[in-house]
């Protein structure tokens, strides 16, 4: 059994950094970071493959945040920056214990959730 555990969330404003940090017990294959808004569905974020050798963004978020992986920790990280008051959610760390591939960044693909942690970004 996977169980992510995210911390690193917070408040901040527009123009600052967050990082992000999932601590995941035991080894996973592809891996990301999703979000929640309220009144809004979940979305990809970032997603890693196993190796950290392939990654994806949305486009919301390309150039600004960046994802990598550290396998010797069972560990993932979200290094958030430029951020804009729309990028206000839950953030939740997910892994599957397979290859789905980092393109498919999907939800719905993804069986092992954290808790989330809350970013919150004021203007």
């Known amino acids: 059994q996977v169980q992510p555990v995210e911390s690193g969330g917070g408040s901040v404003q527009a123009g600052g950094s967050l990082r992000l940090s999932c601590a995941a017990s035991g080894y996973t294959y592809d891996m990301g970071w999703f979000r929640q808004a309220p009144g809004k569905e979940r979305e990809g974020v970032s997603c890693?493959?196993?190796?950290?050798?392939?990654?994806y963004y949305a486009d919301s978020v390309k150039g600004r945040f960046t994802i990598s992986r550290d396998n010797a920790k069972n560990a993932l990280y979200l290094q958030m920056n430029s951020l804009q008051p729309e990028d206000t959610a839950m953030y939740y760390c997910?892994?599957?214990?397979?290859?789905?591939?980092?393109?498919?960044?999907?939800?719905?693909?993804?069986?092992?959730w954290g808790q989330g942690t809350q970013v919150t970004v004021s203007s």
């Open positions: 890693i493959n196993w190796s950290g050798g392939s990654t």
């Open positions: 997910a892994a599957v214990l397979g290859f789905v591939g980092v393109d498919n960044c999907s939800p719905k693909l993804y069986d092992y």
